[in-house]
């Protein structure tokens, strides 16, 4: 059984910057594409940043490029979301995300495994 698990979430004010982890339980890291989704109240789940396996590659969505920087270390077995220059427009659930293999990161349908959710809450 494949178990997302996330770290990191909070209550931080606009200009804060917030780290993210994520880690899988049960399957070795290194063979999945992991990326980070997020879903405000009202709205529909939203890329944000993705990671192919071996971190040679790496996706963003527009409204985070400059702020977020997604990264992973295969030897602790952890992928990160680092936020900066945060926003109240950033709050929302964030999940990790993982599948194997493959770069197409935007679409949610596309990946196997889901962490449980970890609240983001940027007040201004």
């Known amino acids: 059984q494949v178990q997302l698990m996330e770290f990191g979430g909070g209550l931080v004010q606009a200009g804060d910057s917030l780290r993210l982890s994520c880690t899988i339980i049960?399957?070795?890291?290194?063979?999945?594409?992991m990326a980070w989704f997020r879903q405000a109240p009202g709205k529909e789940r939203e890329f944000v940043a993705g990671?192919?396996?071996?971190?040679?590659?790496?996706a963003y969505t527009d409204s985070v490029k400059g702020r977020y920087t997604i990264s992973r270390d295969n030897a602790k077995n952890v992928a990160y979301l680092q936020m900066n220059a945060l926003t109240p427009e950033d709050t929302a659930v964030y999940y990790c995300?993982?599948?194997?293999?493959?770069?197409?990161?935007?679409?949610?349908?596309?990946?196997?495994?889901w962490g449980q959710g970890t609240q983001v809450t940027v007040s201004s």
């Open positions: 049960g399957r070795p890291f290194s063979a999945y594409t």
């Open positions: 995300a993982a599948k194997l293999g493959g770069q197409d990161y935007y679409s949610d349908r596309t990946y196997a495994y």
């Open positions: 990671i192919d396996n071996s971190a040679t590659s790496t």
